[in-house]
């Protein structure tokens, strides 16, 4: 069963059993981030039933997303630009530590903003079309969506560093060699790609997938000692839930399938 709703447009939530697909729905601004864009974003994430287990997000159009919609910076103040910020901050952290796993697809233009959005999702695939950069230099102006934080993250300060300064934009096999893709697909098959991707991460156990998803980034800030005690922690509550047990046996009888390529 599939329900849609069209939050004013600019952001669509597509329920499709247990796969929600979240899409940026302003391809005649390429999907720029307005205020408006990002509360929707925002919300479409807050409102997830609790039926859902994988949600995807993408952009309509040629284009995943051309970043903060420059048309707001026209007159803002300093103080304004921090609560734009923070607005940002809060909806992409609904993604990141929201409730369940998200998958990115991407093709065409994932600059600025629309590269701090997709660094917050879990995977990220990119088609044969998309081009990653960071053109706030340019634009006179700063990351301010997070980026700093997490593409620094991906792909260490200093080539974030080397791409705000000289424009470098780089394909999408090259952001694929530094993390800022997972995959690549050929043009136009980054949903179908991202589709498989969510259902393999929709049959895992979910407890499993809340620890990757809030365990691993806060053990990464840790100091050693923290982290191994975290992650100690974590893998006792996830192998005493019954369904790791149930699962565990699977395997042991033979029930459950093997890794493999
Ligand atoms: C926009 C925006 C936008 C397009 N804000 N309106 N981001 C950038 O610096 C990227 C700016 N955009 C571009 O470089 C290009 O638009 C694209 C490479 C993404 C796409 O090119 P193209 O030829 O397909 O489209 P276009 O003709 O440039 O744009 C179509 C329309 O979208 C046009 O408006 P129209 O009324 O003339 O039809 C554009 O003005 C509009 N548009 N991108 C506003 N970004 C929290 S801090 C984050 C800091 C940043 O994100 S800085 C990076 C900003």
Same mark, same amino acid.
């Given at each position: 069963?599939?329900?849609?709703?069209?939050?004013?447009? #600019?952001?669509? $939530?597509?329920?499709?059993?247990? %796969?929600?697909?979240?899409? #940026?729905?302003?391809?005649?601004?390429?999907?720029?981030?307005? $205020? =408006?864009?990002?509360? @929707?974003?925002?919300?479409?994430?807050?409102? #997830? +039933?609790?039926?859902?287990?994988? &949600?995807? %997000?993408?952009?309509?159009?040629?284009?995943?997303?051309?970043?903060?919609?420059?048309?707001?910076? *026209?007159?803002?103040?300093?103080?304004?630009?921090? @609560?734009?910020?923070? *607005?940002? !901050?809060?909806?992409?952290?609904?993604?990141?530590?929201?409730?369940? +796993?998200?998958?990115? &697809?991407?093709?065409? &233009?994932?600059?600025?903003?629309?590269?701090?959005?997709?660094?917050?999702?879990?995977?990220?695939?990119?088609?044969?079309?998309? !081009?990653?950069?960071?053109?706030?230099?340019? =634009?006179?102006?700063?990351?301010?969506?997070?980026?700093?934080?997490?593409?620094?993250?991906?792909?260490?300060?200093?080539?974030?560093?080397?791409?705000?300064?000289?424009?470098?934009?780089?394909?999408?096999?090259?952001?694929? &060699?530094?993390? %800022?893709?997972? !995959?690549?697909?050929?043009?136009?098959?980054?949903? @179908?790609?991202?589709?498989? #991707?969510?259902? =393999?991460?929709?049959?895992?156990?979910?407890?499993?997938?809340?620890?990757?998803?809030?365990?691993? +980034?806060?053990?990464?800030?840790?100091?050693?000692?923290?982290?191994?005690?975290?992650?100690? $922690?974590?893998?006792?509550?996830? @192998?005493?839930?019954?369904?790791?047990?149930?699962?565990?046996?699977?395997?042991?009888?033979?029930?459950?399938?093997?890794?493999? %390529?």
């Amino acid at each position: 069963m599939s329900t849609t709703t069209q939050t004013e447009a #600019l952001v669509t $939530l597509d329920i499709e059993g247990n %796969l929600a697909v979240i899409t #940026l729905n302003r391809p005649d601004k390429r999907n720029a981030l307005s $205020l =408006r864009v990002v509360e @929707q974003l925002r919300a479409a994430f807050e409102s #997830l +039933p609790d039926t859902v287990r994988v &949600a995807i %997000l993408a952009g309509r159009g040629t284009h995943f997303c051309a970043g903060l919609d420059l048309s707001e910076l *026209k007159e803002t103040t300093a103080g304004e630009g921090v @609560q734009h910020s923070f *607005k940002w !901050y809060e909806a992409f952290s609904k993604i990141q530590f929201g409730k369940v +796993p998200v998958v990115c &697809a991407m093709q065409g &233009a994932v600059v600025g903003g629309g590269l701090e959005l997709a660094s917050a999702a879990h995977v990220r695939v990119a088609d044969e079309t998309t !081009y990653f950069g960071l053109p706030e230099g340019q =634009r006179g102006i700063f990351l301010g969506g997070g980026g700093s934080v997490r593409v620094s993250k991906l792909i260490g300060f200093s080539r974030v560093t080397e791409m705000m300064l000289t424009g470098h934009v780089l394909d999408a096999q090259e952001g694929k &060699a530094i993390n %800022l893709a997972h !995959y690549v697909t050929p043009e136009g098959q980054a949903m @179908q790609k991202a589709r498989e #991707l969510a259902a =393999r991460i929709a049959s895992n156990a979910p407890l499993s997938n809340f620890a990757i998803m809030n365990a691993l +980034p806060l053990i990464a800030e840790q100091p050693m000692s923290h982290g191994l005690m975290t992650e100690a $922690l974590m893998a006792s509550i996830t @192998q005493s839930a019954p369904e790791a047990k149930e699962r565990v046996n699977a395997f042991l009888e033979k029930r459950a399938g093997k890794v493999s %390529l």
